[in-house]
């Protein structure tokens, strides 16, 4: 479909181009953006939207793309597209936008507009008030069913939802919520207040949006109340708004495994020089810290001359311990980031990867004793060389899965984030220990050789 949106753009069949846009979804007709790079063509697309429309694509485009629309529209095109927009897309956008940009989206903004976006922008990043939207459906307890629905249709044209409903007192104090469903299937002549769902769930303004964002999942939500901290009700959070926090900060995660500093935009509208940047730092650690393994190899320097072979076995030994710790991070991390973990297991966690690294470590430490005495079957010593490589990989794939689970459960303790420990600590550690253990192993059992 965006082959052939883009096709009838080239040709300039654009009743055709407007006529294709009326059977597509929002989100479908903003990707069609992307492709598009020059400030002319943008706008024509954009003014080839249905006008209902425009200002639903026009809260998923990307932010550059938003930029170049907002500085190609006349101030009466902006102004329609700003009044149709939500309020948490609206915020969002301003946070995106270059100061010169803001300054023209503010002053084409509604004074109520203006107000509420200033007092959303003083909210913490990382809080729920960021993340909230004030379009939402509020009822009186004291209201019919009837009465209700009058007021659900007089006023849910421009809300957010509509499937759930916040009840509220006259100082607006959240005192329940009920559904359509609820209502739909009630007596039309109940009171709200008889068929609502009193103390329901809620966050509070300051709430760090990570946990809330996980509080859909765990209580299978498609809206969360905001109260302030007279408990009153100052906005809701949609499912949409909590999948988009999740999604940042799994990235996120994946990036700091992965040894690199979280980046803001997609990775094509990244530039050569922000990715670089992102990943120079974790790079420059790890090649430092990789000098440890260097100087301990280093000390050793005479058993390696003295027996050669040792030296083939080290790359298997510490991918191996490596890998083994990345299984057990990559588990923790997880079951920390859900809420399955708790800092309070930290012992039971690390008795099972105790147990796992047994299985494991004996497993490997077999199959390589085995290929070690049937591939150096003609060298005297193989049967002690592959004692000491399956003695080290038990004891490598032992610390590392110790370390694996508890350097991110400590992270945790200390207020860190638990991904950072993946990359440049645990592999430095681990190398580092299977080194030691594996030339102490050889010089005791092989001492004499050496």
Known sequence: MIDRVLSLLEEKRYPEVKKTFLSMHEADIAE????VSDSET????????????????????????????????????????????????????????????????????SSKNRGLINQYLNYPEDSAGSLMTCEYVYLKKTLTVRE???VIRNTGIDKETVYTCYVTSPERKLEGVVS??????????KRIGDIMT?????????????????????????????????????????????????????????ELMAGMSPSEGTYLKTSVWSLAKNRILWLMILMVSAMITGSLLESYEAAIS???????????????????????TTMI?????????????VFRVWWKEVRVAATVGVALSAVNFLRIVIQYHSDPNCVRIALTVSLTLI?????????????????????????????????????????LVFFNIAIGLLGQLM
Do not use: W
């Open 148 to 150: 209700a629905f009058t």
């Open 395 to 435: 004891a490598t794939v032992f610390i590392a899965k110790s370390l694996g689970c508890l350097l991110p459960m400590l992270s945790k303790k200390l207020h860190l984030d638990p991904a950072v420990v993946a990359a440049p600590m645990l592999t430095t550690i681990t190398d580092a220990c299977s080194i």
């Open 306 to 328: 003295a027996i050669p072979l040792l030296v083939t076995f080290i790359p298997m030994l510490m991918d191996t311990g490596g890998n083994s710790g990345a299984q057990a």
């Open 32 to 35: 069609i953006f992307d492709e």
């Open 198 to 254: 009193t103390s329901p769930i809620c966050v509070h303004t300051m709430d760090d949006k990570e946990d809330v964002a996980k509080m859909f999942s765990h209580y299978d939500l498609i809206a969360l109340p905001v109260v302030d901290k007279e408990e009153r009700l100052v906005g809701i959070i949609t499912v949409d708004d909590a999948v988009d926090v999740l999604q940042e900060e799994n990235t996120e995660d994946f």
């Open 333 to 345: 991390i997880r079951g920390l980031a859900l809420d399955e973990i708790e800092l309070k297991d």
């Open 180 to 189: 359509v469903l609820e209502l739909l299937l009630a007596d039309p002549d």
């Open 42 to 109: 943008t706008l024509r697309l954009f003014r080839l939207i249905p006008k209902d429309n425009a200002a639903e694509v026009f809260s998923y485009l990307d932010a550059d793309v938003q930029q170049r629309i907002i500085e190609a529209l006349t101030d009466t095109e902006l102004k329609y597209i700003l009044d149709g927009m939500y309020l948490d897309d609206y915020v969002d956008m301003v946070e995106e936008m270059p100061a010169n940009v803001v300054q023209r989206v503010m002053k084409n903004s």
